[in-house]
């Protein structure tokens, strides 16, 4: 690998994630070691697996637990107030004594300074968690990150509420540098030409805005933030700073898709263009 700090970093994107994941894997395959990890949403705990050197880990949660109801159904969101159970994500399928648990040691004593970004539900300002706000099945920070308003209720770190972290920090990458990489790969969930629009943001919005007006203001100003982060990185990879790996079209996976077959279809394209990693780092 080249010199100097190397950053990935992950938007998430729901159910998209699958593709980060096809990525990540092919990553591990390769033994690509990073130097610092940013995770949004479904990006935070793509990364945590990452980690942990969990191989397919991420792939199992997208095309086999998140088909169950008890992972994402309108079940969930009568009973829990939340359409996905992040609870039964993080904590029933993810502790030591769950079906797949993340190993925990493994990921902490991954040299790799990780990240994970979270809303405060109050203020909608980006909080920046890192290791030290994880423990051993206390995996809080990643159910603040994945909180999708409305969607899901904020979740609860500390005292504090906090929602996706997709409204404070959309597309991380100023962050990336700020922490002192060199160089970032930046995984994105939709093609990388794709406008955003707020139309849904806006919807969404609307039914939070009562109760917390801060983070409605951000989540629609979501989609304006998701297209200048991607512009802002589009030049720094012109500059041969960043490197935009992105699927060509998502397969007809949605935010909330739960078609398994096209999950494993975007899966394998993002195995596929990970391999433009490998060049991008070997040349300094």
């Keep these: 690998m080249s010199g100097g700090k190397i950053g990935i970093v992950d938007v998430g994107g729901g159910y998209r994630g699958v593709y980060a994941t096809g990525v990540l894997d092919y990553c591990m395959d390769h033994h690509m070691q990073f130097d610092l990890g940013i995770g949004v949403s479904a990006g935070s705990a793509n990364l945590i697996s990452y980690a942990a050197g969990q191989r397919g880990r991420n792939y199992q949660f997208y095309t086999e637990y998140g088909l169950r109801k008890e992972y994402a159904s309108i079940g969930n969101f009568l009973f829990k107030k939340s359409f996905v159970d992040l609870d039964y994500v993080y904590s029933t399928l993810s502790n030591s004594d769950g079906e797949n648990p993340l190993d925990y040691a493994a990921a902490m004593t991954n040299p790799m300074e990780y990240i994970v970004v979270a809303t405060e539900a109050e203020t909608g300002n980006a909080k920046y968690f890192d290791k030290s706000d994880i423990a051993q099945d206390d995996y809080s920070v990643l159910k603040a990150s994945s909180a999708i308003p409305f969607v899901c209720h904020p979740y609860a770190v500390g005292n504090m509420l906090y929602y996706d972290g997709a409204l404070g920090d959309t597309i991380p990458v100023q962050k990336a540098f700020q922490l002192g990489c060199d160089k970032v790969v930046l995984l994105l969930t939709l093609p990388e030409d794709t406008l955003r629009t707020a139309d849904k943001d806006r919807k969404l919005a ?7 007006p801060l983070a409605a203001e951000k989540l629609e100003q979501r989609a304006e933030n998701y297209n200048n982060g991607v512009a802002l990185a589009q030049k720094l990879a012109a500059a ?4 935009i790996v992105a699927p060509d079209d998502t397969c007809g996976v949605s935010t909330l898709s739960r078609d398994a077959d096209a999950l494993r279809r975007l ?4 195995y596929q263009d990970g391999k433009r990693i490998l060049d991008f780092l070997k040349n300094k």
């Design 240 to 243: 041969g700073k960043v490197l």
């Design 206 to 212: 609307a039914l939070i805005r009562k109760k917390y």
């Design 267 to 270: 899966y394998e394209k993002g």
